[in-house]
């Protein structure tokens, strides 16, 4: 057998990862080298100084445990016959799955795209498979055909083709439908509390070793069923703590503020049309506002000169919405209708008031994600079931998934009067959505500990805290 020359590379979170020719000539080009310049916490990075890690070693990291992941199975499960093509194609899915990202990585297609392009569709997803066709195409990478590509594609996507051969269980890797277990969650959860300092006690290398196909699926030994509970609730405590901050929400605010007012300039929501456009666009897109002279961007400069001061918008209230009313309730409760209830002495108008709906949960929605893994145990190893929660451990939650509404203002000095017009909206509320067959009626209250003082400005609290 000839020898193959590889590069290692020392990784905080895996230890040394073997680089072979296939990776090299995908990593080493423009379009995945523009990964160095995508924060993988977007603008997090703002409040969580440590997290300054970027798309392009999370991706070499997915790429490794996608690789250990199909190797271990091909070890362990000689009868599967999973060719060398298999074992490449899925690495090379890991390495992939993210070049489709745009600045800031999730505020530019969940936020930015849909107030750009209202109606649009576009995904990350969608634009790495681009990037991955202008990769090829601009490389002259002849090493993977057509049917590699689509392959490829197909695993990033997580969505098997209906003439698959019946290897369904490769599609549980890099972007897992069915529970949401697969090595792209196994390194970000990993890398993002190793990055801001939160501590996480699952381990995620117990859970590839314990691993084996029953029936075309993924399973785990049973043992490994509460390693995989604490995954799902570190996964839910990074985005409470880390994603969803209220800081940070902020700082994404201006930061889509910033995208919009420049995008007729810059012409920013038509690149993810465009490769070779697409492909410029970073991070870095700031910098680029920063050094233009166009009077049309002044504004987009004044808000990030006021990032950098750290004179960001700010926070006004927030509410944990009732499951079955979280819907009716995110519809009512807008700019528009706060500002129908201001007082005569109140002088802020719809564009200071920003509200914004977060969805946390353990990954599979209002559902206990658990709930759609199978298990195994060593005395049946091919028969796969399901394990009840309660077998699993009494102290586990009821519910699954929450709805948080935030109200910011553009004004520091609004935020009081916004605050008080918002809870007389709330009150309202309260007393006029109906009941639903599933729930009693809303009752949203207001957090005593956010309750702004009427003769307490925001600029009196911060020169308290200074004397203080």
């Keep these: 057998m000839p020898f193959e020359k590889s590069t290692y590379i020392n990784d905080p979170i895996h230890g040394y990862i073997r680089l072979n020719k296939d990776m090299l000539q995908i990593i080493d080009t423009p379009q995945f080298q523009r990964l160095r310049s995508l924060k993988q916490l977007g603008t997090s990075y ?38 060398a ?4 194609c899925v690495t090379l899915a890991g390495l992939c799955h993210d070049l489709g990202h745009g600045p800031f990585s999730h505020i530019f297609d969940n936020k930015f795209i849909p107030q750009a392009m209202p109606g649009s569709k576009w995904s990350h997803e969608m634009g790495s498979e681009m990037m991955l066709d202008h990769l090829i195409d601009d490389n002259h990478i002849d090493t993977l055909d057509s049917s590699d590509v689509s392959f490829i594609k197909q695993l990033i996507r997580g969505c098997a083709p209906h003439s698959s051969d019946g290897k369904m269980f490769l599609f549980d890797i890099v972007a897992n439908k069915r529970n949401g277990v697969d090595v792209d969650r196994f390194d970000y959860v990993q890398r993002d509390c190793y990055n801001v300092g939160v501590r996480t006690s699952y381990d995620f290398s ?66 993810i049309t465009d490769p070779r456009r697409y492909q410029l666009l970073t991070d870095n897109i700031v910098h680029d506002i920063e050094r233009s002279s166009e009077p049309e961007l002044q504004p987009a400069r004044d808000l990030i000169t006021r990032i950098y001061r750290r004179d960001t918008y700010k926070f006004v209230d927030e509410y944990l919405l009732p499951p079955d009313q979280a819907s009716a309730i995110s519809s009512a409760v807008t700019a528009a209708a706060i500002v129908g209830f201001r007082t005569d002495n109140d002088d802020f108008v719809e564009r200071d008031v920003l509200i914004n709906i977060g969805r946390i949960n353990y990954g599979k929605g209002r559902e206990n994600p658990i709930d759609h893994v199978r298990f195994y145990s060593n005395y049946a190893p091919n028969e796969k079931y399901a394990i009840d929660r309660e077998m699993i451990s009494l102290c586990v939650p009821e519910k699954y998934e929450e709805r948080i509404l935030r109200i910011y203002t553009r004004s520091s000095d609004k935020r009081g009067q916004i605050q008080r017009a918002a809870r007389r909206l ?35 609290s911060k020169r308290r805290r200074l004397l203080f």
């Design 85 to 88: 093509r298999d074992i490449r």
């Design 46 to 83: 703002f409040v969580f100084p440590g997290g300054s890690h970027n798309r392009f070693e999370h991706c070499i990291g997915t790429a490794f445990l996608a690789g250990e992941v199909i190797e271990g199975l091909a070890q362990r499960q000689p009868e599967l016959e999973i060719s």
């Design 426 to 460: 709330v009150n309202k509320l309260n007393r006029d959505l109906p009941a639903t067959p599933n729930s009693s009626p809303p009752s949203m209250t207001p957090n005593r500990g956010l309750t702004i003082p009427d003769n307490r400005t925001v600029a009196d």
């Design 206 to 271: 117990r859970l590839m070793l314990n691993s084996r196909v029953i029936g075309d699926e993924i399973c785990y030994n049973q043992k490994e069923a509460f390693n995989l509970t604490e995954m799902f609730h570190t996964r839910y405590s990074l985005h409470k703590r880390v994603y969803s901050h209220r800081a940070g929400k902020a700082f994404e605010l201006m930061m889509v503020d910033i995208m919009l007012i420049a995008d007729p300039v810059l012409r920013i929501s038509e690149a």
